[in-house]
């Protein structure tokens, strides 16, 4: 139980400090604002496109299930996911002043590689805490620790942003992946139970039913609406109209990470 706690703690921090929201959010909002001089519409796509594959969690999950990676899932899995998210990372500190377009395709990146961690370690709290019936502990445990690392990243995320550097945050990130990632090779076994990973068929049935279910169907609707946040992008509001600095706005999102950590 030790050790699947510390896996979760490590990977849920490492998500927040490196994607969600990531220590880069603050100061690539504001480098696409005020030095390329996006609109608001213009940094809203920009976002949208960023977030696609946080959308595609389920595919993710079908890879994850139906395919093993030099027999050692969870370890190998865990180290492509952020080795991809350190590559893009890593292109942003060759540049100086980097591109929309490159900005674009280093935010999708690393969030295919950390919404796909994020996929990873939510099967092993599942497949682990059914076995040791514990659950709803580990999941409160992950949720405790996205608030946590949400709050230093905006934080910290803020003192960046007055450098104005993306590359001083970007190589930061890179530590941090490479220390985590490390720490996860470490903790994780070499070998998990085996588990017979369902057919596509299989895996068809079982949505059809879960759909034909009523309970199923109305916590999918409120998941949808709570998801509708139709409000355009704070940045704009914080800084041009109450004319916030940097480290200040850092620290409203640290708030609200903590008190999100304080529910959990």
Do not use: H
Request: aromatic residues 10%; hydrophobic residues 55%.
């Amino acid at each position: 139980m030790r050790w699947l706690m510390t896996v979760m703690v490590v990977a849920y921090l490492l998500q927040a400090l490196v994607s969600n929201p990531g220590l880069i959010s603050l100061p690539l909002a504001l480098y696409l604002k005020e030095t390329l001089r996006l609109s608001a519409t213009g940094v809203t796509w920009f976002g949208v496109l960023a977030f696609i594959p946080w959308t595609l969690k389920p595919v993710w999950g079908l890879i994850c299930d139906r395919v093993t990676v030099y027999g050692a899932q969870f370890r190998t899995y865990f180290a492509l996911c952020y080795g991809v998210a350190a590559i893009a990372l890593w292109s942003l500190t060759l540049v100086s002043s980097p591109t929309v377009t490159l900005l674009a395709v280093c935010a999708i990146v690393v969030s295919c590689g950390i919404a796909f961690s994020d996929v990873l370690a939510d099967r092993l709290m599942v497949l682990e805490g059914r076995r040791l019936q514990q659950t709803t502990v580990i999941q409160a445990a992950q949720w405790s620790a996205v608030g946590v690392g949400a709050a230093v990243a905006s934080w910290a995320g803020g003192q960046f942003a007055a450098q104005r550097s993306l590359v001083m945050v970007s190589a930061v990130t890179i530590g941090l992946l490479v220390l985590g990632g490390s720490f996860l090779w470490y903790c994780l076994p070499t070998t998990m139970p085996p588990v017979t990973a369902p057919t596509l068929r299989q895996i068809g049935k079982a949505i059809s039913a879960d759909f034909r279910n009523p309970q199923v169907r109305r916590c999918l609707g409120l998941i949808v609406l709570l998801g509708l946040c139709p409000v355009p992008p704070l940045w704009f509001y914080l800084r041009d109209t109450l004319q916030l600095s940097e480290p200040t706005i850092g620290t409203l999102g640290a708030i609200a990470a903590l008190a999100g950590s304080l529910g959990a």
